[in-house]
C-alpha cells in the first residue's frame, strides 16, 4: 500500500509540474525591414539542447530583452551522416550593428537562460551552416588563466598571444576530436586523436586549417571523447 501511495504522489508530482510549466510567449517584433540568419547549436552546460523536446524553445533578442523577440529557433533535426541537429534563426531587425543576444527556455525545467555568446546584427548575413553551426552556451567555461573544464582537462593560458595548450592528460576517454571555431561559427581547425602528444596534450599556435595566423578575437573549442563533450571560450591576443 505504501508503495502504491509513494508511486501515486512521484507521478502526481511530475504530472503537476508538467501543467504548471509556463512557457515564454515570446513573438519576434513586426514592421522590420532586414533580415539574417544563424544556423546554431546550442551547449547547456556542455550538453546539448535541442528541440527534440518540443517543450524546449531557443530565441534571438534585441537590447530591449524579452519585450524585443528577433527570432524564434526552428528546430532542424540531424541528418546522419552528414550533419547533426541545429537551430534555424531567422533574425530581423532595423539597424545593422546592432548587439542580438539569445536565451533558451528549458522545458524540463520550465527555466529560461542566457546564452554568453551575442553576434551584431547585419542585413543578409548568414552565421555558420549545417555542417558547422554557430556555437552558442550556456555555462559553459569562462577565461581564466588556467581553465579546468568538466571533462578534467585544462586549456592555458587563456587569453593566449602565441601559443595555447589543451592538455588532455586526465582524460580517461579516448579523444575523438578538438574543433575550433570563430565567433561568425567557421571552422579554424579541426584536430584528431593522432595530433595530440602520448601524454595527449595538444599546443596550437593559432593559425588556421590553411597555416596561417588568425586574426585577434574570441574562438570556441568543442572537444569531442567517446561518450562526452564540452566547449569552451578562448581568446586570441596576437
Known amino acids: 500500500m505504501k508503495r502504491i501511495v509513494f508511486c501515486f504522489i512521484i507521478f502526481f508530482t511530475l504530472t503537476t509540474s508538467i501543467l504548471l510549466a509556463t512557457p515564454p510567449d515570446w513573438e519576434p517584433i513586426q514592421g522590420t525591414q532586414y533580415l539574417m540568419v544563424v544556423l546554431g547549436k546550442i551547449f547547456l552546460y556542455a550538453n546539448p539542447f535541442t528541440g527534440v523536446d518540443t517543450c524546449n524553445i531557443a530565441g534571438g533578442f534585441g537590447t530591449a530583452g524579452e519585450s524585443d523577440c528577433r527570432s524564434i529557433g526552428i ?65 559553459s567555461v569562462g577565461t581564466n588563466s588556467h581553465n579546468v573544464c568538466q571533462l578534467g582537462f585544462s586549456v592555458y593560458p587563456n587569453p593566449f598571444d602565441r ?22 561559427g567557421r571552422l579554424i581547425r579541426k584536430f584528431t586523436y593522432n595530433d595530440f602528444s602520448n601524454s595527449n596534450i595538444l599546443n596550437w599556435e593559432g593559425t588556421d586549417l590553411k597555416g596561417r595566423s588568425i586574426p585577434a578575437g574570441i574562438y570556441f573549442y568543442k572537444v569531442e571523447t567517446e561518450s562526452l563533450n564540452s566547449v569552451g571560450k578562448i581568446i586570441y591576443l596576437q
Open 163 to 184: 601559443i595555447i595548450t589543451f592538455d588532455c592528460s586526465a582524460i580517461h576517454n579516448k579523444i575523438e576530436h578538438l574543433v575550433i571555431y570563430d565567433i561568425k
Open 75 to 139: 528546430w532542424q533535426n540531424s541528418n546522419p551522416p552528414y550533419y547533426d541537429g541545429f537551430w534555424y534563426f531567422n533574425i530581423v531587425g532595423n539597424t545593422n550593428g546592432e548587439t542580438i543576444s539569445f536565451k533558451i527556455y528549458h522545458g524540463t525545467t520550465d527555466s529560461i537562460y542566457n546564452c554568453l555568446e551575442t553576434i551584431p546584427f547585419e542585413d543578409g548575413a548568414m552565421i555558420g551552416d549545417p555542417y558547422n553551426p554557430f556555437a552558442l552556451t550556456v555555462g
